[in-house]
């Protein structure tokens, strides 16, 4: 009877929680700010087919360039001439009558696990890590070549090209999938007039050289949280932040007050977006011993799930959390974008929406969590197996770029350990911003704790 007592208790691992006893004193809950409803089927619509980039490449250009680099195939379901276009780009009218192909917001949200496409997923495949002003040059000689200046095309066309030219060579990141939303927001304000949103050659605010990686968060996350982004700056009116996309090409504020009036459909869209069931079986016994491990150790940060649900938005102070602080501090740091957007149209104008830095970030619901590798701010880290043991986080790793991407063991993307950076599919943590420091509350963890806690994990 007492071997049998002492081997019994021997089978049960100690919870002991990986959470600091002092992190009551490094978070800032942020409140939920009231939100504009909508209509959710008229927002899916004007998603998928909508003119909120009004400008692009004519149909025939795009057919014969951009289109032969792209898988055709029809994931997001789309009918009349978007039929046989790539889901990252929308056909439609011009105002002038000129059919034009325009990038959409499925550049970024949108993606594929374990080869299915998920809408609304963080685009892990994206490739920022060429200057894109080279192939603008390039279009542009098309056009004019088949067309002339002026003409109708031109002009359906000049205004992408003008962003491009601005841009391209502004958002060149260090490997695939790292995303610079962040920079991309900054360089196209200080070319808008804050007050009209007209175009403006000079910049109006200086614009600095570092391009600071960010990983995209899934869209179904959006309805649970009280800011958009990882940093906290989002906040306010979410369909007002969502559209300003659109000064991409957009005219001035009055084509942006009915781009406005359409997001809040958008909005309304994006949160009736559930998130994806993991798609193989799972371990209840394991999944439950799992649950025990998060409530003790994540739902503090994380919220709960299930009966029980329950989510704060909250900022996690740098000192606790020790992830890579660039993405954070080069927020905190632009001060005249923060009074550009804060003084601007979007943030005076009616349903007004605000930057507001923090000195952290944003602890995401977990919902879906299982299909949003990578992980952290900055997608520094592959899988949920690396999230909760930092001592076995790679330095160098890659993908293959395939949709087929996904590993069930780790929970995340399939990767491969490298010595140093081989190609732009290399992931360096040694860079700035690139860092996959931090977030240690799972190192106190035996590697079969963590292998319950990452199997209850995929039920979220």
């Given at each position: 009877?007492?071997?049998?007592?002492?081997?019994?208790?021997?089978?049960?691992?100690?919870?002991?929680?990986?959470?600091?006893?002092?992190?009551?004193?490094?978070?800032?809950?942020?409140?939920?700010?009231?939100?504009?409803?909508?209509?959710?089927?008229?927002?899916?619509?004007?998603?998928?087919?909508?003119?909120?980039?009004?400008?692009?490449?004519?149909?025939?250009?795009?057919?014969?360039?951009?289109?032969?680099?792209?898988?055709?195939?029809?994931?997001?379901?789309?009918?009349?001439?978007?039929?046989?276009?790539?889901?990252?780009?929308?056909?439609?009218?011009?105002?002038?009558?000129?059919?034009?192909?325009?990038?959409?917001?499925?550049?970024?949200?949108?993606?594929?696990?374990?080869?299915?496409?998920?809408?609304?997923?963080?685009?892990?495949?994206?490739?920022?890590?060429?200057?894109?002003?080279?192939?603008?040059?390039?279009?542009?000689?098309?056009?004019?070549?088949?067309?002339?200046?002026?003409?109708?095309?031109?002009?359906?066309?000049?205004?992408?090209?003008?962003?491009?030219?601005?841009?391209?060579?502004?958002?060149?990141?260090?490997?695939?999938?790292?995303?610079?939303?962040?920079?991309?927001?900054?360089?196209?304000?200080?070319?808008?007039?804050?007050d009209d949103l007209t175009w403006r050659d000079v910049p109006g605010i200086s614009i600095p050289d570092e391009v600071v990686p960010a990983d995209v968060p899934a869209w179904w996350l959006l309805k649970k949280k009280s800011v958009m982004f990882s940093t906290g700056i989002g906040r306010g009116d979410f369909a007002k932040m969502m559209m300003a996309s659109s000064i991409l090409t957009l005219e001035d504020t009055t084509e942006a007050?009915?781009?406005?009036?359409?997001?809040?459909?958008?909005?309304?869209?994006?949160?009736?977006?559930?998130?994806?069931?993991?798609?193989?079986?799972?371990?209840?016994?394991?999944?439950?011993?799992?649950?025990?491990?998060?409530?003790?150790?994540?739902?503090?940060?994380?919220?709960?799930?299930?009966?029980?649900?329950?989510?704060?938005?909250?900022?996690?102070?740098?000192?606790?959390?020790?992830?890579?602080?660039?993405?954070?501090?080069?927020?905190?740091?632009?001060?005249?974008?923060?009074?550009?957007?804060?003084?601007?149209?979007?943030?005076?104008?009616?349903?007004?929406?605000?930057?507001?830095?923090?000195?952290?970030?944003?602890?995401?619901?977990?919902?879906?969590?299982?299909?949003?590798?990578?992980?952290?701010?900055?997608?520094?880290?592959?899988?949920?197996?690396?999230?909760?043991?930092?001592?076995?986080?790679?330095?160098?790793?890659?993908?293959?770029?395939?949709?087929?991407?996904?590993?069930?063991?780790?929970?995340?993307?399939?990767?491969?350990?490298?010595?140093?950076?081989?190609?732009?599919?290399?992931?360096?943590?040694?860079?700035?911003?690139?860092?996959?420091?931090?977030?240690?509350?799972?190192?106190?963890?035996?590697?079969?704790?963590?292998?319950?806690?990452?199997?209850?994990?995929?039920?979220?």
């Open positions: 009877m007492v071997l049998f007592f002492l081997f019994s208790c021997g089978g049960e691992e100690e919870l002991v929680s990986g959470i600091p006893a002092n992190l009551g004193d490094h978070i800032t809950v942020i409140s939920d700010f009231s939100q504009r409803t909508g209509d959710a089927d008229a927002g899916k619509e004007y998603l998928l087919t909508g003119d909120y980039i009004k400008s692009g490449v004519p149909r025939s250009t795009f057919d014969n360039t951009i289109a032969l680099t792209t898988n055709a195939q029809n994931v997001l379901n789309r009918s009349g001439i978007n039929e046989d276009v790539y889901f990252e780009y929308t056909a439609l009218m011009h105002p002038n009558g000129v059919e034009v192909v325009s990038p959409n917001c499925f550049q970024c949200h949108g993606g594929y696990v374990d080869g299915d496409f998920i809408l609304g997923l963080g685009n892990s495949l994206q490739d920022f890590t060429a200057d894109q002003s080279g192939f603008g040059t390039l279009l542009d000689g098309i056009v004019e070549s088949n067309y002339g200046i002026p003409s109708l095309e031109w002009d359906a066309y000049y205004p992408f090209s003008r962003s491009v030219a601005t841009t391209g060579s502004q958002l060149i990141t260090e490997s695939v999938g790292a995303n610079p939303a962040d920079k991309l927001a900054l360089v196209l304000a200080a070319h808008r007039d804050k007050r009915i781009i406005d009036d359409r997001f809040v459909d958008v909005k309304e869209f994006i949160n009736s977006i559930e998130a994806p069931a993991y798609p193989q079986s799972i371990d209840i016994v394991r999944a439950g011993r799992g649950e025990e491990l998060f409530k003790i150790n994540c739902a503090a940060c994380h919220g709960t799930y299930g009966d029980d649900a329950s989510y704060q938005t909250i900022l996690v102070d740098h000192e606790i959390l020790g992830t890579d602080p660039l993405l954070a501090n080069s927020n905190y740091a632009y001060d005249e974008f923060e009074e550009w957007f804060n003084t601007s149209w979007f943030g005076t104008d009616r349903y007004a929406a605000a930057i507001v830095p923090g000195d952290g970030y944003i602890a995401q619901p977990l919902d879906g969590v299982w299909a949003t590798a990578p992980y952290f701010h900055n997608g520094s880290v592959p899988t949920l197996e690396d999230v909760l043991n930092s001592w076995a986080r790679p330095t160098y790793w890659s993908v293959t770029g395939s949709q087929n991407n996904y590993d069930h063991s780790k929970a995340g993307l399939d990767y491969t350990t490298q010595e140093s950076k081989i190609n732009k599919f290399t992931y360096d943590t040694t860079l700035p911003g690139y860092g996959n420091m931090g977030h240690e509350f799972g190192d106190h963890l035996s590697d079969t704790q963590r292998l319950d806690l990452i199997e209850y994990l995929k039920s979220l």
